[in-house]
């Protein structure tokens, strides 16, 4: 085959920025698999070969065990919030034709904020001391939000007691807050992308308006939900602004994540190799959702 | 057509906006070693040169830190100040990073020091967080020249040599003082209830019991971050164990199955039991602030939070609020001391020695301390600069046994400290002795 002007000139502007990658990507998440292999726990680097000591010391570690509880749960909720009340209020924006953009606008609005301004406000809102609970207490209640450190359904497991953590629900509610615009934008796109034709055919087919979505349209949108899944599974994986802003490691590590371990442990405790180890562990998660869905889109694409 | 040109003028865009980028980062490095030696006008720029220049007399100096809150950075301007009077021909960089009560200094320091760019000195607290780590590591000068050139030796208790000593050699200079078992209290409160300050841990309980009953939050603790419960912690071990076992207890003399330590993780068990409920929502300030509103009887901290009280709060020494020693250890006193040493590859280190030298002495420690509201490190210092506070507790430094603090680094190693946060972050909620013990135990095996 022989090589165009036009394709030579596109190599030729790629090259630079495939270059940077390869390096400033790719070569530092090979270093990381290296220096998670190896026996910089000190300020000292040390790259004599451990194997997969980092990695069995993590499985076994309280704080690690937690930090794997608290991100299923975390995701769990997270993607099945923003999935049901994004396409709730989709769904009600659609009913009103009128003011579709004005509300679209005010829903997407939480996510110009960053992450740490987030956590910030709901640190306040939710404190037991100062926020809701002033409002909450005119009905009795007082719930301790992220400072509570029951387990919700516990069983032991390991050497945590397995369960969701009720502090957890909290730092959700703040995510959810954020992220759900994102969501709700997305299925805007999607219903508006649906022909009229479909409605009408479906309508004079005798179906309800109940069938309808749930026979036409729903199905229509499972792309949609797809990519809100993927998307929504890289960012509460990843977590660590939020959590780091909000509420720290919490009591009894009841809400850290991998993000904030690898941080301290790290950084504050100089143990470069174990940091390491949770940095790939943490690629690995996420690879799990990303794979699937590149290999997929791949299929559709060609 | 038009499309495929406007395509290609994007992507030369991109092009330029690469490279600019790339030359940005070389342009300012150059502004930097221009800034660096303003007062050479050398004509010829070879970087060797430069090099070859700036470790000759007249250089500069780059003091690297985490002082950027408000009293620790006007103290250290203040302190470059009287340095540049002295030396007007070498230049200062202050190089102080933000963020994370030193975390990410320490991050940014570490990355520098592996890379064979050390900055001229910087700040380390004295004990495990300089022994254990960078001069373990090979990559400080001894100083002992130093402190003999300048007489040094004996103007610095001798406990606190120790702590900046590795092998007989010493590493550092201590600029500052603060002390970590200091509980503050809110007077009102303390009367209201007819309570006299504790000076044992068992009057201290009887203390938190009394003002249970009447319905006052004994104990106010904002443990966010974990090292404040930490800090409780320590200040019981060393009153159970006592100043000379607590250092055996971090030199591996003392194991961590002494009864001792059981009675202490006990002991601690018992306080947790009188603070306040949010204490996971909480940081220190937070936790202060209770104490100051009167809704709270009193806090551990480290002495910086008098700053807190009388600056932030409005509170007045002696009026409003009231402190005193640890319960148990008014004998002694817990030791945090700032730091600066001389790391090896330095390229003026003769430059270097002439900060040290300031930072050291009488007028250098005089002008710093009092801004940053911590006490001189030096046994002669003039108390007459200092407020009530300050010389109450200068004069309890040089009369008290002294003890590294675990909490903040310099009892033990970096690495050690933050597994025993976890442990200890654990403990406030779990409260299972042999657990906590066990894991101490652990943990010290490992290291």
Known sequence: ?302 | MLKKSLAFLFMFILMIALVACGGDEETTDDTDSTDDQTEDTSDDATSEEEEAESSGDGGSVEIFSWWTGAGEEDGLLALIDLFEEKHPDIAVENAAVAGGAGTNAKAVLATRMQGDDPPSTFQVHGGAELNESWVAADKMEPLNDFYEEYDLMDKFPEELIDMVSKDGDIYSVPVNIHRGNVMFYNKAVFEENGIEEPTTLDEFVDVLGQLDEAGVTPLAMGDKEAWTATQIFENVLLATLGPDDYRALWAGEVGFDDDRVREAAEKFQTILGYVNEDHASRNWQDASQLVGEGEAAMTNMGDWAKGYFSNDLDLETNVDFGYFAFPGTTEDFMVITDTFGLPKGVENPDTVKEFLNVLGSVEGQDTFNPLKGSIPARVDADPSKYDEYGTDTMEDFQNSNLAPSLAHGSAASEGYLTKINQEVNIFVTQQDVDQFIEKLQQIAGEL
Not at chain 1, 30 to 56: C, Q, R
Not at chain 1, 123 to 129: A, D, E, T
Not at chain 1, 208 to 222: D, F
């Open chain 1, 1 to 302: 085959m022989k090589i165009t002007r036009d394709q030579l000139m596109a190599l030729l502007f790629l090259a630079p920025s495939f270059l940077l990658l390869i390096i400033f990507v790719y070569g530092f998440i090979g270093w990381t698999g290296w220096v998670s292999l190896s026996n910089w726990n000190t300020l000292v680097p040390d790259m004599s070969f451990a194997g997969l000591k980092n990695y069995i010391y993590l499985f076994g570690d309280y704080r690690f065990q937690a930090d794997l509880r608290n991100t299923v749960f975390f995701t769990i909720l997270f993607i099945g919030f923003v999935i049901i009340l994004g396409l709730g209020l989709a769904i009600l924006l659609d009913q009103t034709k009128k003011a579709n953009a004005l509300f679209r606008n005010i829903f997407l609005f939480p996510m110009a904020l960053s992450f740490v301004v987030t956590g910030v406000v709901w640190q306040w809102l939710l404190n037991p001391s100062t926020g809701f609970n002033q409002f909450l207490q005119v009905f009795g209640i007082q719930p301790k939000w992220y400072t509570d450190t029951n387990i919700l359904a516990g069983f032991q497991w390991e050497s945590i007691e397995f369960g969701l953590p009720v502090a957890m629900i909290a730092v959700v509610i703040a995510a959810v807050w954020q992220m759900t615009g994102f969501s709700l934008a997305m299925y805007v796109a999607g219903l508006t992308g649906i022909p009229e034709e479909l409605r009408e055919a479906a309508r004079i087919d005798g179906a309800s308006e109940l069938q309808i979505y749930r026979k036409v349209i729903l199905p229509m949108l499972t792309p949609i939900t797809m990519s809100v899944v993927i998307i929504m599974a890289h960012i509460s994986l990843k977590i660590f602004d939020l959590i780091y802003a909000m509420t720290g490691s919490g009591a009894n590590f009841v809400t850290d994540v991998p993000g904030v371990y690898m941080f301290e442990t790290t950084f504050r405790g100089n143990y470069y190799a174990n940091g390491a180890a949770i940095a790939i562990i943490m690629l690995l998660l996420v690879a799990v959702f990303i794979v699937p869905y590149l290999i997929n889109s791949r299929r559709g694409a060609s």
